[in-house]
């Protein structure tokens, strides 16, 4: 037994397939660097749902409270479409992210010089990219009641309530304060304030924040749709950005596009600090379940490893090896290794999820 | 006396500099084409403010429901970034969509071949762009009750809804669909129904009206998400996109920035037809107020005199005139007039807004 625990939940899609690899690297901590993980693994989404018709049982998400880091593949497909609502796979995570309390969703979208002409954007305006989204995970639209659809005289109609508290917006602020203090120092906070009271209500917070414990802080505000402009056009403008939970749906995906490389994006989700002192975590890649490449060796399992990654320097402040994985990445995408996402290039034959994963190892 | 009535708002910041190259187009309209319109002036947004305190008067919006089309420079500025929200110049612009109910927001995103370097994408992804976006305008959350900043507990809390109805949902997307029939036949919806049940019931209502009414036209969903990555990659792929308030607000802004050139995109706002067959209608440029260049006759005045273009198609049922005046303006910028949001070269000397609108007069 060693004191470091994680809950495996591949999921779905090519779930299963990235997180493969990624427990072999687990395996390499605990052979080489005497770094031992106990895991678990269990079910989340489609697969939860069609072993047991939620797409997470309550003992799921029991054994998710009572480990260090749980590790997500990806959750969906079409297979589900048709689905209720309410037992859709997303339902998962969702109630994983809300349950543990994860309110601060961290997600870097950096462009690895060895990609940055895969981007649609001119090489000038996306290589060395390197910014971190802090979006808010718990609350917002995406949870607040009432919420459904209702009769009304003669029609249906959808209701969704965009709900923040002060104590919800500063908590996800400070996180963005403290990354930016170990970065370049920026902050730039994004809402619409010129047309919702609650941007009006989360720009003043973060503005309070930063005056009683950041001054240190360069914090500027910015209304989302001008966010997504600004992004598009200049990304290295910025380097912490924070913004509610569907804004930072939006402007993340957007801001993880401008890099070229989606198979290659980690994030955490990370919580309140647990009795050991470690915070709750849930590390995913930002990529889906991609139903359409799944089963066949194809996908690019980075992004996975990248949030093991993040898992270690977040959950096991072990930034060093942290640093090492991140290298030994970055170190097979300039050999040229390459999964088939990242070709362009017609009849060049790509490297399999199991080949990329032995050339990361390798590295390591 | 005309039968054609504008209302013109110039606004704030650069709006009256770019509506004065506008009203030399409409008088060249009455001189040389024989099409006159009888014009009325009035403020709006902080203009309104300062002369009367509230952003938009009685009497103005009594006037607007009561002419042909309205046309607006636009609005804001940081003079008025601690006023209230309720008397913010915001408010005057959305009082006039809600009031009028133009519930049909057409934001073409173009990108003009003279200019496809601007773009911060790479040339094959922008050149030839032509996509439409369809925004619901008139609900949403932008409207939504209950909304405000209360005191809860200890603590302040920020509200807002996010509410669709059916038939909100479906004459939007009855525009849509006419829109793709003259056009490439192509409609894809965008919502978070993985997330919002508000979202579920735009998918649901779209896809009804679709089956009942528009068999012919193709069309395809997508998360909001994916869509604001989408756009990002490979925005050529779409035709019509139709969405709601909130995310129409950022995607059309990522659409219009992905052409590099803000400076030349219209946009038109569309309700139900009056009684002599014209639809309530305003027509505004998507750039906004510009204040760090208002007043020194830099501005582009290309985004607003195309929004008059947009009046005379959709309003005035002229649209070979509305091709005419496009045409000049493409001409004018294949002859290489530039005002400076068009010039990437230090020390070129750009035309003014006054230049700009001459050229454009002389190629009409
Ligand atoms: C899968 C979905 C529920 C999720 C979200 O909307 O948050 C995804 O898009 C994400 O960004 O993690
Ligand atoms: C000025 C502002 C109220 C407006 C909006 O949010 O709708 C603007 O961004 C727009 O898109 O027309």
Redesign the pocket.
Known sequence: MSDRSLLVLPGDGIGPEVMAEVMRIIDWYGDKRDLAFDVSEDLVGGAAYDAHGTPLTDATMERAQNVDAVLLGAVGGPKYDALDFSVKPERGLLRLRKEMDLFANLRPAQCFDALADFSSLKREVVAGLDIMIVRELTSGVYFGEPRGIFEEGNERVGVNTQRYTESEIARVARAAFELARRRANRVCSME?A??MESGVLWRDVVQEVHDAEYGDVQLSHM?A??GAMQLTRWPKQFDVIVTDNLFGDLLSDLAAMLTGSLGMLPSASLGAPMANGRPKALYEPVHGSAPDIAGQGKANPCACILSFAMALRYSFDEGEEADRLERAVEQVLAQGVRTADLLNVEGASPATTREMGDAVIKAL
């Open positions: 619409k010129n047309v209304y749709d001008a």
